[in-house]
């Protein structure tokens, strides 16, 4: 299947260094992008879907980096059902798992832990919820497990390794597991703050520079923040990402964020939502966190975008969230909401607005055009101009 989406005001990468593309038209071909700018109207012609984005701003599917998946499009937190559909209608195209931890019952023997990272992930490679694309199997470090389990479950494709939740008595004494996660090619994150489990006491600066996680899991405080002054240190002495998450520390993530640009890391901040949780299910926290960045902290907004596509894509090691030839065919439309004061969406970010979703085309194919579920509608109209397929995108639940 083809798809152009053509008559697009702006065109916002997701790359740090080079944030917009020329041009108006974005063509793809089955489940990656084709060309980003200019196309002949014969190209366009010859799609199987010809989307008109109206004059909107195109921009890579958000990846939110921080989700509390289990199996199924299902939460047992907030006990919901198609929450994950929900976050694609505010414009998340793929979910990265922060762990399995909310399974009822969760075991924490080692053959136990080790199963459930496998089946998340093993699971989730056959099922897109709406559309959306969900990186699962986030193994939980525990006391019960070795180098060698490690090993084991990364040939079967775990490829995350979360410390924090498990039965420790110091957070010190992850870092040897840390290690073996990273030597077995694992993705490796820890909580950051105060204690998410009774009594596991918090995980602050010392912890993090000496278990050296990929991701500083919720940098920001999940929800509760660390001390201040041990932001400038991990940014400093550490390389690790630094996670801002919408379920946490607002300060904290402006603070975050102003010592990133200072000391030339902001590559290095990365947005997440962390829910669901007792926080609650946010489809539009991405929306939401990229708005606080832009309007409280001084980011330009597509920077603020690509902190919550490409940046993530990178530290994740995934073939998504920049619009370029041969990534991944995720793209969302978004533009000023209707009746807001501003004229685009990223004046409307930048003036602390959500921007307004109007199609969210993940794989090569539109998975809804014209309005979200979740946001206010745009200002501009998006349609589908042409179809040769008998599809009906117009966001019904499906
Ligand atoms: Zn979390």
């Not at 921007?355 to 090569?364: K, L, N, Q």
Request: proline share 5%; glycine share 12%.
């Amino acid at each position: 299947m083809r798809t152009a989406i053509a008559n697009i005001g702006t065109i916002v990468t997701g790359h740090l260094d080079h944030p917009f593309a020329d041009g108006d038209t974005i063509i793809l071909d089955g489940e990656r992008i084709h060309s980003v700018g200019t196309a002949s109207a014969s190209e366009v012609e010859a799609c199987d879907v010809v989307i008109d984005a109206g004059r909107t701003t195109a921009i890579p599917g958000l990846i939110d980096s921080h989700v509390h998946v289990t199996f199924g499009d299902y939460t047992p937190r907030q006990q919901t059902v198609g929450f994950l559909e929900s976050y694609l209608h505010g414009g998340v195209t793929a979910a990265i798992s922060a762990s399995e931890v909310h399974v009822p019952g969760r075991p924490r023997d080692a053959e136990g832990v080790k199963a459930l990272a496998v089946a998340a992930r093993k699971c989730f490679e056959h099922y897109r919820p709406g559309g959306m694309t969900v990186h699962a199997g986030s193994v939980i470090l525990e006391p019960t497990l070795n180098g060698n389990d490690l090993g084991e479950i990364a040939k079967q494709g775990a490829w995350l390794a979360k410390a924090g939740f498990g039965a420790f008595g110091s957070a010190f004494e992850y870092t040897p597991l840390v290690a073996a996660a990273r030597a077995h090619g694992m993705i490796t994150t820890c909580h950051t703050g105060g204690s998410s489990i009774p009594g596991s006491g918090a995980i602050t600066g010392d912890h993090l520079l000496a278990m050296k996680p990929h991701v500083s899991f919720h940098v920001n405080g999940g929800p509760t923040a660390m001390p201040d002054r041990d932001f400038e240190r991990i940014i400093v002495e550490g390389d690790m990402a630094l996670q801002v998450c919408t379920a946490g520390n607002l300060r904290t993530t402006l603070l975050c964020a102003t010592l990133a640009q200072r000391h030339h890391a902001f590559d290095r901040l990365i947005v997440g939502t962390d829910t669901p949780t007792g926080s609650g299910i946010m489809p539009l926290g991405m929306l939401y966190t990229i708005s606080h960045l832009a309007s409280l902290a001084g980011v330009a907004p597509e920077l603020c975008i690509a902190a919550a596509t490409g940046s993530n894509a990178r530290i994740y090691r995934l073939d998504a969230g920049v619009l370029a030839a041969g990534k991944a065919a995720d793209v969302v439309l978004i533009d000023a909401p209707d009746g807001g004061t501003q004229d685009t969406a990223l004046a409307a970010i930048r003036n602390g607005d959500i921007a307004a979703v109007g199609a969210v085309i993940t794989a090569g194919e539109p998975r809804f055009v014209g309005r979200s579920r979740n946001t206010p509608a745009t200002t501009r109209n998006v349609r589908v101009a042409s179809c040769g397929i008998a599809r009906d995108f117009s966001g019904a639940r499906h």
